[in-house]
Every structure is written in C-alpha cells, then in structure tokens.
C-alpha cells in the first residue's frame, strides 16, 4: 500500500484517505494503551487480579511500621500476608516455614522489613527467598542516601567487579534522532505560532510599560548555564541570588500576563532555545539558578536532572507536577518524575508527552 502511494497506482482508497488512516491509527495506537494503563493501575489499587501478592517478612516492629503506615497500603499491591521471625536459634526455622508459605500460595513478591545495618540477616532472607519464583524486595530506611543507586547494576571495570550507576538511557544514536526531531518540530511550531507571537508582543507592549521578552539564567545539559527566553508576564525581571517565585493573585503578574500564563503562551519563545540546541522539546523543566542551588542543598538526587536537555514540557508536567515549587514534598515528587524519564527515554515516550501536553487538560493545568 505504501509502495502504492508513492508512485500513484492503483490504491482502493484515495490517498487523502490513506493519510488519515496512518495518523487516526496512530492516534488510537496510543489512546488505546493509555486506557489499558488506567484499567491496570485502577485494578492495581482496588486490589483486583492485576493487583500483585505480596508478603512481608520480618522482625515484629518493622513489620508493624510498614503496616501502620499508608506507603504499602498505597502501593496498589495485595499484601495477602505478614511473617514474624525471630533473630537467634529459630531464624532457619523460622525462614523455612515462611518460604514453604511462599510457595504454597503462589506469591509474586515478597518483602523482607529487617534493618540494612542487620547484614547477616538480611543475607539469610536472600538466600532463603531467592529460591522462589517471586520478586524479593528488601526494604531501605528513608534518608540513608540508598535511592541514589536506583537503577543500578553489576558490571566489571577490567578485573573489578563495580556498581554502574547510569548517567542517562540515550546511546549517541538516541541524541542524535532526539536533536533532529526538536529541530524539525521547533521549526514547524515556531512558523505556525508566529503570527500569535506577534500579537502576543505587541499586546504585551501595550499593557505594560518594559521589554516585551522576559530573559533568565538557567541551568541546561551538564550544568551548563543558558538564558531562557519567555514572554514578560510580570514586572519584576529578577536574575540574580534571590528569586521570589510567583504565586496565586500575585501582585506583579501583569493583565496579559495572566493571560500568557492560563494558555502557557509565554513559553513559546523558548522555541528558539530549542533551536539553538539549549533545550529540547521534552525534559525536565529549568528552574532560576537561585532556586536550582536550594534544591540541590535539599535533595540529593536533583541534579541528575542535568543529565538531558531541559525541557519545554515534561514527565512531570504531564502528570500534573507544575507551578510553585514551596514545599519539599512539591519539588521532590516533581524530581521523582523527571529522574523517571531520565533513566527511561524513549522517542515514544517523548511523542507521548507531545501529545499529552496538547490534548490532556492535566497537562498543563496552571494557577493563575
């Protein structure tokens, strides 16, 4: 049918016909797994067959934190049963007995809750439960600096045997299809918005004196300093050691600065960054200098995030994660999200924020 296409023969359909198939198609490709990840997830937290079963294992006061909390009641697994053993004489027994449970049950997974600094049981759990066809997990203390080593794996360095932890998931290849798609979709983005652009600037003009481009230092791919480009919104220029973010009914948000910021038009400028190579299409998004230095002091993961390009949209965009960043748990559920797609790019994936960005009213959902 392709081969048809391209040199005119005889095709059953037209070839305007042909063409809205291939993207119609396209588009319900990823409708359709989109409705199957929200079907599994909801299965997921209602406990239903998609749910995975899962039993704890381990001394009775960890046990009992893990259940008190709601971190394991939230995860959208079935913990279907708890196992208390005992350190001493009984720790083979009692390791035996729970894996012979394991096994009658058919369990997917299996969480051992004994503290890291308890080595040697930690390891006589391994041994026990790794004999089972289920996931072992093993549970980590918050704040011990372990979450830095997700992602993880054995490997060799010559003779050594070392931990590799990853930089980011694009080969050369990868960077290299990254960079051509934010070159040929920026242009196009940038011809189509320009007659908005030039509205924009001339109303921008009009309602408040100053420039009509609002120009900040960031930080790009590899701690890299850039300036961004964004339509002026606010009186305020601030580029220096204190930034004050904006916020709800802020003062100095201007008229037409509300009105860039509902439809997120002020950020169309940043095409040109796109185009410069600064940034891409898709990535975690740049923060001020100011801010990016206090967040870096408060968790320790954050400047992974300068391990790619930043970002237009993003993982965390789409998923809701934007605005003021004035809280710890904010800015650290928005790195968990960006250190996601760090350590899982994909041009699907980038194809998917695209289209969730445009079309998802999550995606951009903005309080001003």
């Not at 004196?209 to 791919?221: A, D, L, N, S």
Request: net charge positive; proline share 4%.
């Amino acid at each position: 049918a392709f081969l048809g296409f391209l040199d005119r023969g005889d095709l059953d359909a037209s070839r305007g016909a042909f063409i809205a198939f291939y993207f119609l198609g396209l588009a319900a490709i990823y409708i359709s797994r989109a409705s199957m990840v929200r079907l599994v997830r909801k299965s997921g937290r209602e406990g239903g067959l998609l749910a995975a079963r899962i039993m704890v294992v381990g001394f009775a006061n960890e046990i009992e934190r893990l259940m008190r909390g709601s971190a394991l009641r939230d995860s959208g697994k079935q913990v279907v049963r708890s196992y208390v053993i005992q350190d001493g004489e009984t720790l083979t027994r009692d390791l035996a007995r729970a894996s012979r449970v394991a096994r009658r049950e058919s369990l997917d997974e299996i969480l051992i809750a004994a503290p890291l600094s308890r080595g040697d049981v930690v390891e006589r759990c391994l041994a026990a439960f790794l004999q089972l066809p289920a996931a072992v997990h093993v549970h980590i203390e918050p704040g011990n600096g372990l979450e830095r080593f997700a992602g993880a794996r054995v490997t060799r360095v010559g003779q050594e045997s070392t931990l590799r932890l990853p930089g980011h998931s694009m080969s050369a290849a990868d960077i290299a299809v990254k960079r051509a798609c934010d070159i040929v979709l920026a242009s196009i983005a940038l011809v189509l918005a320009a007659p908005l652009m030039a509205a924009v600037a001339i109303a921008i003009k009009i309602d408040s004196p100053g420039p009509v481009f609002f120009v900040q230092t960031r930080y790009g791919y590899n701690r890299k300093p850039f300036r961004i480009f964004k339509f002026r919104s606010m009186t305020a220029m601030e580029n220096g050691r204190e930034i004050k973010q904006a916020t709800q009914k802020d003062f100095r948000v201007t008229r037409m600065g509300r009105f860039t910021r509902r439809f997120n038009i002020d950020e169309l400028p940043q095409l040109v960054n796109v185009l410069r190579g600064e940034m891409s299409l898709v990535g975690p998004r740049p923060h001020a200098v100011a801010h990016d230095r206090a967040f870096a002091k408060d968790i320790a993961l954050y400047p992974r995030r300068h391990n790619v390009k930043p970002g237009i949209t993003g993982w965390a965009q789409v998923n809701g994660l934007r605005g003021p960043t004035d809280s710890h748990e904010k800015i650290a559920n928005r790195v968990r999200y960006d250190l996601h797609y760090v350590d899982n790019w994909s041009l699907l994936l980038d194809l998917w924020i695209l289209v969730l960005t445009v079309f998802s009213r999550n995606a951009y959902r903005n309080a001003f």
